[in-house]
């Protein structure tokens, strides 16, 4: 069935490295793709989204573009802080009642 | 707006004990949900509504009860509970206005339940 497949963590980097999560979903196309993030003892918020092909979605220097020809929508981010520390979750918006979310990435930033 | 608000923040439950998780949102949303989060893993649909009165399940919806009497409310029922209940709980909301998944989902700040 669709599904998203995101890119397995824990991820480490040092500050100001460069940031890709890799986020590939399987169906012909969804009318929106979805970046959520959680700190630590809390709940997800909205990172960022695109809401058609070719979109590009950006929020505290984070970037994803929704990729139809390679069914893709990966984040990145130039340079990460300490402060990015979270978990990640792609998450595909659907007409359909669906709703499910990628495994998540567990990102931690050393300083 | 105090946007989706989750009580208890911390609970824990005796096996066979019941309790109520309650959830509410003010930004007048269509949807409200209630996911599971267990330890590194990602999170888990329980049960969904749609609008008040109509409620669906979700992936795991095995050992829990909801209602949605007003739009406001969404309150997640535990009967029995076990120790594969122990888990982080988080309600949220979204419009809804497109069906489906399609608007950015809102969401509380969880209860953190424990099962002995």
């Known amino acids: 069935g669709d599904s998203v497949t995101q890119m397995e963590g824990p991820v480490t980097l040092s500050e100001e490295a460069f940031l890709t999560i890799n986020c590939t979903y399987t169906?012909?196309?969804?009318?929106?793709l979805f970046w959520y993030v959680q700190y630590p003892g809390e709940g997800l918020q909205l990172l960022l989204k695109?809401?058609?092909?070719?979109d590009k979605g950006s929020n505290k220097g984070f970037e994803a573009t929704y990729r139809k020809e390679t069914t893709s929508f990966h984040l990145e981010k130039g340079s990460v802080q300490v402060s990015d520390s979270a978990v990640y979750f792609c998450?595909?918006?659907?007409?359909?009642?669906?709703?499910?979310f990628g495994t998540g990435t567990s990102l931690t930033v050393i300083p | 707006n105090a946007g989706v608000t989750q009580t208890p923040k911390f609970r824990i439950l005796k096996i066979g004990q019941s309790m109520t998780l309650q959830c509410a949102q003010d930004?007048?949303?269509?949807?409200m949900y209630w996911y599971r989060q267990d330890p590194g893993m990602g999170l888990k649909l329980i049960y969904y509504?749609?609008?008040?009165?109509?409620?669906d399940k979700g992936e795991v919806p095995n050992g829990y009860n909801v209602s949605r009497s007003t739009t406001e409310d969404f309150p997640l029922r535990l009967e029995l509970a076990a120790p594969s209940q122990t888990s982080v709980y988080f309600c949220?909301?979204?419009?809804?206005?497109?069906?489906?998944?399609?608007?950015?989902?809102?969401f509380g700040p969880g209860t953190r339940l424990t099962v002995l």
């Open positions: 998450a595909p918006g659907d007409t359909g009642n669906q709703f499910y």
């Open positions: 509504s749609v609008g008040a009165g109509i409620t």
């Open positions: 695109a809401t058609k092909a070719d």
């Open positions: 949220a909301s979204s419009y809804g206005l497109q069906g489906g998944s399609t608007d950015t989902q809102y």
């Open positions: 169906a012909t196309g969804y009318p929106s």
């Open positions: 930004m007048n949303h269509n949807y």
